[in-house]
């Protein structure tokens, strides 16, 4: 008979084996986020020009896959096999890194009510930078696109704003049969129509702006997203509270399984003398080994 003693602790099973199940799902949505980042860079050949992926003036939306499947497979791993192998650096690091998140969501949210008007500034700013890249990238072109069609705007703060883009400006020097024009996803929706006219938007803007309401949505994008905050205010104020209760449960479940663990190893006995096996050297040496 050999092995440790332990005095009236043990590692709860449930915790133990919730957050590992919970967080290998975390693990490997984490690594197929980053797969699909990686897949989306290879087809636009980013990956063998690792330079162009700052050379795009907007937002590349793959950075979205990369930032959130990297920030879920290093949570899930150390969730993960901190609790399989009961590993408490891991467990601790867990904790920190959810720690860490839920504070800057928290202070974002503190920020963006206080300085709303600054927040308004720099969403603008965003999409106009966006509006310039419209054609250099296909992914963002799809979710500028997305984003226009879903709450039915046009532009920044109105359909100008496509001036900023090179194709679609207004000026005399620009050859581009998308002068004065906008996106296909500015116009408004036919439900007559099957399939997407991608050139409705056309000269669309060398028309007066009262005719303009006939053919577009002339609003912005970022008073329609105002508005949508306002009206779904209950349905995104109740995910930022589950997603926070989320955080604040998984740490607390981290901590209490570092705890537990902790509580064993303080309560390690060592064998008796008489329980011990020999170690396998000259009898000289177990002779010390007993004194």
């Not at 980013?46 to 990297?70: A, E, K, R």
Request: proline residues 4%.
């Amino acid at each position: 008979m050999s092995g440790n003693h332990y005095k009236g602790h043990e590692v709860s099973c449930c915790i133990k084996y919730f957050i590992f199940g919970f967080n290998i799902l975390f693990w490997l949505l984490g690594m197929a986020l980053v797969g699909i980042g990686l897949w989306a860079w290879s087809e636009k050949g980013v990956l063998s020009n690792l330079s162009s992926i700052t050379d795009l003036g907007g937002l590349d939306p793959v950075w979205l896959f990369m930032v959130v499947g990297g920030v879920m497979f290093i949570l899930g791993f150390a969730g993960c096999i901190g609790a399989l192998r009961e590993n408490t650096f891991l467990l601790k690091f867990f904790s920190v890194f959810l720690g860490i998140i839920f504070f800057l969501e928290l202070t974002t949210g503190v920020l963006a009510f206080v300085f709303k008007d600054w927040i308004k500034d720099q969403l603008n700013l965003f999409i106009n930078n966006n509006i310039r890249a419209y054609r250099d990238d296909i992914d963002l072109q799809n979710l500028i696109d997305f984003t226009q069609e879903y709450w039915e705007c046009c532009g920044a703060f109105g359909a100008d704003d496509w001036n900023l883009n090179i194709y679609f400006n207004c000026t005399d020097a620009n050859p581009s049969r998308e002068k004065c024009g906008v996106p296909f996803s500015c116009c408004t929706k036919d439900p007559a129509e099957d399939v997407i006219n991608t050139q409705c938007g056309y000269d669309i803007r060398a028309k007066p702006d009262s005719e303009q309401k006939d053919y577009i949505n002339v609003k912005g994008c970022v008073p329609q997203f105002e508005k949508w905050l306002q009206d779904n205010l209950t349905l995104v104020a109740g995910i930022f509270i589950g997603v926070a209760l989320l955080q604040i449960f998984g740490i607390c479940l981290a901590q209490n399984l570092v705890s537990d663990i902790e509580a064993v190893r303080a309560s390690w006995v060592p064998p008796p003398l008489y329980m011990r096996r020999l170690p396998p050297y000259s009898s000289k040496k177990a002779s010390a080994y007993y004194s």
